[in-house]
């Protein structure tokens, strides 16, 4: 029993020294590819970073009409009507969700109060 320890330990410490390795290679050729092509690594100087992203006035009117339209869209959709009822996290209000029938009829049917039995098979 205590061979077959000793060899799972040390086939845990190669397995685990294997790991550690390929680890080093792969970090160490990481950084020689780095330091191989520094300019890749530069970021965008911001006037130039400015200049791509500026764009013409009709196009920022556009997503300004856009920007207007969807938010009125999800005014819309949040407005409640009084013909639709208020909607709660669960269902509709004055309707009580499917966890809380099930957890009634469960509880009644534990207590001998529904009219089916345990053994019958519910539809």
């Given at each position: 029993?205590?061979?077959?320890?000793?060899?799972?330990?040390?086939?845990?410490?190669?397995?685990?020294?294997?790991?550690?390795?390929?680890?080093?290679?792969?970090?160490?050729?990481?950084?020689?590819?780095?330091?191989?092509?520094?300019?890749r690594?530069?970021?965008?100087?911001?006037?130039?970073?400015?200049?791509?992203?500026?764009?013409?006035?009709?196009?920022?009117?556009?997503?300004?009409?856009?920007?207007?339209?969807?938010?009125?869209?999800?005014?819309?959709?949040?407005?409640?009507?009084?013909?639709?009822?208020?909607?709660?996290?669960?269902?509709?209000?004055?309707?009580?969700?499917?966890?809380?029938v099930?957890?009634?009829?469960q509880?009644?049917?534990?207590?001998?109060?529904?009219?089916?039995?345990?053994?019958?098979?519910?539809?």
């Amino acid at each position: 029993m205590s061979e077959d320890l000793a060899e799972a330990a040390l086939l845990i410490l190669m397995g685990m020294a294997v790991v550690f390795c390929a680890l080093v290679i792969l970090m160490s050729a990481i950084m020689i590819i780095n330091r191989m092509t520094p300019d890749r690594g530069k970021k965008a100087e911001g006037p130039v970073l400015l200049e791509a992203t500026e764009s013409e006035d009709s196009d920022r009117g556009r997503i300004a009409a856009l920007a207007v339209a969807v938010a009125k869209a999800m005014e819309r959709e949040q407005e409640v009507t009084p013909e639709q009822g208020m909607v709660s996290a669960v269902g509709w209000a004055g309707e009580p969700s499917r966890w809380v029938v099930s957890g009634r009829e469960q509880a009644m049917r534990s207590r001998g109060k529904a009219g089916r039995q345990w053994g019958r098979r519910s539809d």
